[in-house]
């Protein structure tokens, strides 16, 4: 146990490594080639830091409404958790999303946290799945509310039309996907049943095949359940939007408080959530290195100063990523034995 623990927390150091490398070392290269400096006085100023600060308060109160839209939705489905659960299993979503490659790591880590709590599995799974669902059912239609109505109207604005082909693909196959997953759980018998047929995989997957079988009709029953109480849904729906959106404030008030750009909330939000479709699948940690590089590349051309642009940018990443992993430490090392030892706790 303690060999597991101890492996797994030097893979957590590692990837906080990586992670914080990567991202540095994006902002150094724009450094050099568009000769464009950040340095720790632009960040230790009186503005960026009052900046800082507005973006932490802001961030916490997000994972505050985060931590009571699970536990809402929990109670729905009688996954007996408390509050603080919801809440450390957000933060937890949260530290391992931004230290896994592409952010794959949120989802699983915050199934196993709950499971460990002593939720069922299949209920955990299909309360993630239906979060990742909203969440990206609502980034698909800002997507496309963006490609009809604000992209054609900035043509001066440096967004490639093939990073907005690929975003918005992205976003869709994405939903797509999770949706199927979420309503038709049944696929994935039939995929077992494909792979069974394979004579390497037989006698493998007969081993656990039946049990598997039952934990998938579990799973239906379970979104079923949670799809069939819609004031819940719409409320936990309207929840993620609002969040959604005080996540696109936290960069445009730095953007716009240090550039002085032109743009109303609106545009600036619609933007944004179409180049973070497409940020969110660079293969780094957190997606580390690729937002700064995306976000820099398509707003240098309407910004006066591309280096208070690269500050702003800067700030962003301080409060909603670095932060994230400096308080997400405290609650996996609070919550290492349960999660890299212990049997878990029942309900």
């Known amino acids: 146990m303690l060999y597991n623990i101890n492996l797994m927390n030097r893979r957590i150091i590692v990837n906080i490594l990586v992670a914080f490398l990567a991202s540095i070392s994006v902002i150094l290269i724009i450094n050099s080639a568009f000769k464009e400096k950040v340095s720790i006085s632009d960040l230790s100023s009186k503005e960026a830091l009052e900046l800082i600060f507005i973006g932490i308060i802001i961030n916490a109160v997000c994972i505050l409404i985060d931590g009571f839209k699970l ?22 979503y ?16 915050q199934i196993y946290f709950l499971t460990k709590k002593g939720m069922k599995s299949e209920t955990a799974t299909s309360i993630i799945i239906f979060r990742t669902f909203e969440y990206l059912l609502i980034v698909l239609g800002i997507d496309v509310y963006a490609l009809v109505f604000i992209i054609p109207k900035l043509s001066e604005w440096n967004i490639g039309k093939t990073m907005i082909a690929l975003g918005f693909a992205s976003s869709l196959l994405s939903t797509g996907f999770t949706w199927l997953a979420m309503i038709r759980p049944d696929i994935f018998k039939y995929i077992i049943a494909s792979l069974k047929k394979i004579k390497g995989l037989k006698i493998f997957i007969e081993r656990w095949e039946g049990k598997v079988y039952v934990w998938i009709d579990n799973l239906k029953l379970s979104a079923n359940e949670l799809l069939k109480n819609r004031r819940i849904v719409l409320i936990d729906f309207s929840l993620m939007l609002i969040l ?7 960069l445009f008030l730095p953007i716009v408080g ?13 933007v944004q959530i179409l180049l973070s479709s ?43 990523y670095y932060m994230i992993i400096a308080a997400g430490i405290p609650v996996v090392f609070k919550n290492r034995n349960l999660l890299f030892g212990g049997k878990g706790e029942r309900q």
């Not at 949260?94 to 880590?109: E, N, R």
């Open 71 to 92: 536990y809402m939705i929990a109670s729905t489905l009688k996954g007996n958790i408390r509050y603080i659960d919801a809440l450390e299993s957000c933060f937890l």
């Open 94 to 109: 949260s530290f391992f999303s931004a230290i896994t490659p592409s952010s794959m790591g949120g989802q699983p880590f």
């Open 244 to 250: 959604i959106l005080i996540y696109s404030y936290l």
């Open 258 to 270: 240090l550039t002085g750009l032109k743009i109303n909330f609106l545009t600036f939000f619609s």
């Open 278 to 320: 497409l940020a969110s699948y660079i293969p780094t940690p957190g997606a580390s290195g690729g937002i700064e590089a995306i976000f820099y590349t398509s707003f240098k051309a309407s910004v006066l100063s591309s280096r208070f642009l690269l500050v702003g940018i800067t700030i962003y990443r301080i409060t909603t």
